[in-house]
């Protein structure tokens, strides 16, 4: 057996089943290994940044890793960006990265590059394969990299000679390592905290966006008095009718300070203390007051929902949770805004939807407008590395093959991944894609608005426009083989995403709204 | 002054008048300061990757660096793959990456990340900015690294806080380290053994692939019999009617290996020693036969042209250079192929043109068919790394305005960088695309075969497969703003491509054509 074939042995062993592949002719021997490991599913993709976002997607569903194949330096730079937002989300991910022979690497042949300081910046473990004999246990080990917790992206340096060499052999699972438990003291010194009388909340992230979790918490809250909120850009929020309702913290550093103004007390459950995206002259960073003290009752890598769990039975022995209550907008009529979109969106929002949400600016009224919907997963943009949206869904589609997807995607985004929507036509996944087109990079607009540097002058005008000419994401959608049509009123909207939303396999729609900046 | 502002001015005041940007919040201030700088002309890119290659066709034609805009470390991440073939190919670039303000950074914000060692894969040449004060030096230091002999990519890291603090002031220019001069002794030890009546043949490679060091090489060959040969992917090689021809070195190993078999001598003037593309078990990595003496006359950072020059001044005095003479291919007629598709192109080829060749494996006719064609340039995949084709060219175009520009364009490759036909409609580009759709990766299908991993097993049909959904380049094409055609016979290529070079503005046709593997 040579070397591919024992890692695609090796990933299907440890139970990885699905490979997102933009191969080159280093990977062909994996390629090949495939045909004979057909459980292991191969999904082409037609850019890299869509297969590391699609298995950031697989990885979010599942919690399990998916495999990346990408190709030498280049190929794992264009997988970069999404990289960087899997590692944000704390998502297990294994990347193969196809490297020249061992023996050629001397040669610093055109396509020679330090793959491994590329990995690195965006890996939790990195491991470059010396030889066929040891790459399956090399794979073994970067699996369990990946799932342990709290979840982080793996790389294997997969030289060709390792693939093609004889006298490698699969490798059993490695133990992977559980989420850790969190010492009593910890909830004790928490409890107390929350005892004092004093206004507190609770940042949710990482692991407690889910709904033990978030039951726990809102034990807690209901007995407390806490508040509860959740980090900005959760990896997977679920929520809905039926679950507790959780407040995001805010983008702007504005708004998240005065959210926290009058907290004295933050306890974090798989939440890092939160801090400005950006910094701005003038604001700190850390974005919780001088006076609020901050509690760690768990890290991303902790049984964040037992913690909570403790914590509530020691301080809500008996409290009922604040359950969201079923409500939805009503079907909106008029101009097609982002608001009324995305009453539209609230009012049609199926059962068990995984939402993918990269509407950027024209995304604001989505949370208010989907809270009393049937419950349903959340998934944003964890790393702020835009182009993850169409990807992610693809990956999402294919974990979850019974649940519609809604992938609600700005226009200026869109764009960096946009052949992602050719994997949504060859696999035929069941994804409503929503391109909000305001012909603007509007968030930059809005940010430069704040920063200040807002005179409407010429460089600012053309960077920031997205109309000369127009997008138009219908021609493009129908290019890659995605059913699109093209909605100007909040009647076409609602009656296109209706029908999107009832017909299986991939459309797009493309809602013309202004700019709200 | 800002630091931003400082930053844009000493751009300028260097020479850099264009930037590709692709900015996010921390490159406001620099968008801001645009606007007191217009002649710094500033191009909307939708994705990185068109924004490093496009700087990369500025820097090929001019010689002089194009500046990029990119946001933290995914904005670079996106660009990785197209600076990787600028910096194969010695191209002057300078980089502008956006970071977070340095109080900020210790935060870990979600778009932190090691933006140092994303550029150090690349760059030749790393700075971060530390202080508003330094910033105009720092950029004028980056302008000369970038053009000092023999070009190379420069990344400045330009934190936020940097761009907005006051106290900046442009930098002037620093001298730009010329391309050094070949010692007499090293001209004279290749001329002695030019002259002992072996086999002998000349690389050319780097700088001296342009008109200077053709003729100089060509008389040396006529004087002597070496043969002339260029590296596999030259940057930027002049051909055509009335410039001496020249053998380009083939991609695969055994072509090239064939090619060199009985070469005594190769003097390399500008170029490398050639290593093989790509490992293959059982081939080795250098292609020169091992009884082959190889002398570097000129190395890339040398004044190749200079020397050769001074070479063809020993050992050709009166020596008449071989010039290749004007002939074109009838217009082809009958089933569109690779083959008759480059008849028609070979057949149309304007005077002038800059040809952009990322045609992969329908590319194989291409250079004989244009050889006799008016004099033009050719651009090719220096680095390997694909997706360049359709930024290269834009880069090119608005780098020579008054010449058409023709880009040669695989399917798949095209797929990497698809936005950059709207930079090719936002700027009104004279270029024309023609993409050479045959619907598989098929160079990869080539390989697999080579590598004997040929079998026709499902996960290689399915991964080098590009037919399922087909992809529709028309709608893509006219989705972003540029008027396209298909063509599936000779003559209708014929026709469109000569209406397409004959109208101004961008163009794009989808070519038909059957996969050759």
New interface residues.
Partial sequence: MNGAHAVARTLLECGVEICF?N????E??F??A??DE?ALR?V?C??E?VATGAADGWGRMTGRPAATLLHL???L??G??NL?NAR?AHTPLVNLVGD??V??K??????E??VD??A???SGWVRRCEDAATAGSDVAEAVAAAAGAPGQVATVILP??VS?SEGARPAPPVAVRPPATVPDQTVADVAEALGGGEPAAILLGGPATREPALRAAARIAAATGARLLCET?PARLERGAGLPAVERLGYLAEGAMAQLRDVRHLVLAGA?AP?????H?GLP??LAPDDCRVHTLATAADDAAAALGRLADTVAAGAVPVLQAAERPEAPSGALTAESAAAAVGALLPEGAIVVDEANTSGLWLPGATAGAPRHDWLTL????I?QGLPLAAGAALACPDRPVLCLEAD?SA??T??AL?TH??ESLDITTVIFSNSAYA??RM??QR?G?S?D????R?????S?????????A????VPATRATTAEDFTAQLRTALAEPGPHLIEADVPPLF
Avoid: C
């Avoid at 002058?457 to 600012?460: F, I, L, Q, S």
């Avoid at 129908?478 to 083989?481: E, F, L, P, S, T």
């Fill in positions: 592949a191969p080159g002719t280093s062909l021997h390629v090949a495939l045909d057909a191969a082409p037609l850019f940044g330096g280049p190929g730079g264009n970069l960006a960087h944000r020249h022979a023996f050629h001397k040669y610093d042949a055109p396509l590059s330090d300081a590329l690195g910046t965006v060709a000679d093609w850009f890092r801090v400005s995206f950006f910094a002259p960073g850390p964890t790393g702020g590395a182009g200026g764009m960096y946009l052949s050719w036509a060859r968030i930059l940010e430069s920063l540097t005179a002058g010429p460089a600012r053309d960077l920031l426009d997205l000369r000419p127009r997008l138009d994401f219908v021609a493009l129908r290019g890659m083989g």
